[in-house]
Every structure is written in C-alpha cells, then in structure tokens.
C-alpha cells in the first residue's frame, strides 16, 4: 500500500471530526487532515485541485447541500476531477440500512464504516484506513 499524505475528511458533525483529529494526534507520523464540512465545500476543493494524489477521502453520507453519495458519483463519473477518481474512498455513517452499504459498493468504496465514535472505535477505523497499524489504541 502506498503511504498517504493526507486524509480528506468530508463531513458535517463537529464532533466527529474532533474524534478524528484526537485520534491522529496519537499516530506516529500523522497524515494531513483536509476537512470539508458538507459536500458542497469537498467538491469545490477537488476542483481547485487542492488534494495530494496520496490522499484517502473519509466520507459521510448524510450532509446537506450535496450529499455524500452526491459527491461520490461526481467523483467517479466527472471528467474535472479525473485526477482524484481513483483515490480510495472510504465511506463513513452512522445509517444502518443495507441499501447505503449496497449503494457504497456500486461507487467502488474501499470500505464502510458505521459511526459509533467511541474512542477505540475511531481508533479502529483509523487503523483500517492507513492500513498498517499506525493508530494504536489508546
């Protein structure tokens, strides 16, 4: 697996994204944090170009404006941002229906992740997203 420079974290709970951050503060060598609070702002973003071909997008389904599924169909199918469609996308939730998961797979996810954000929790799904145990748990 190729090491990843930043993780794009597109979603709308504050206090989601203060897990995530806690969390990567106890990770050795740290990757980026790149945070979008709805689909509208992570689009802009992608179009300007402002994301390093080594990132890994961590998307919330449920925002406003644009949503999460929204984005990812931009993402695979716009030729704008042709440059990011084949980075990995791992989707994030706290829905419980299996027609999300099965939707997620249709866009060629690299996983999904239901939100619970207990602290060992965010420490798992940060394990699985970097792929090599970096976020112990703590």
Do not use: H
Request: proline share 3%; glycine share 6%; hydrophobic share 40%.
């Amino acid at each position: 697996m190729s090491e990843i420079d930043e993780i794009f974290l597109v979603d709308d709970d504050d206090v989601d994204v203060m897990a995530i951050r806690r969390a990567l503060q106890r990770v050795s060598n740290p990757p980026k944090l790149i945070v979008a609070n709805d689909g509208e702002e992570a689009l802009n973003l992608l179009i300007e170009g402002r994301l390093s071909k080594s990132s890994v997008i961590v998307l919330d389904i449920n925002m406003p404006r644009i949503s999460g599924f929204e984005l990812l169909k931009k993402l695979r199918c716009n030729v704008e941002l042709q440059a990011y469609r084949d980075l990995p996308v791992w989707v994030m939730t706290t829905s419980e229906a299996d027609r999300d998961l099965e939707r997620a797979d249709e866009y060629d996810v690299a996983g999904y992740i239901r939100k619970t954000f207990q602290s060992a929790d965010v420490n798992r799904i940060l394990r699985r997203i970097l792929g090599d145990g970096s976020a112990d748990a703590g």
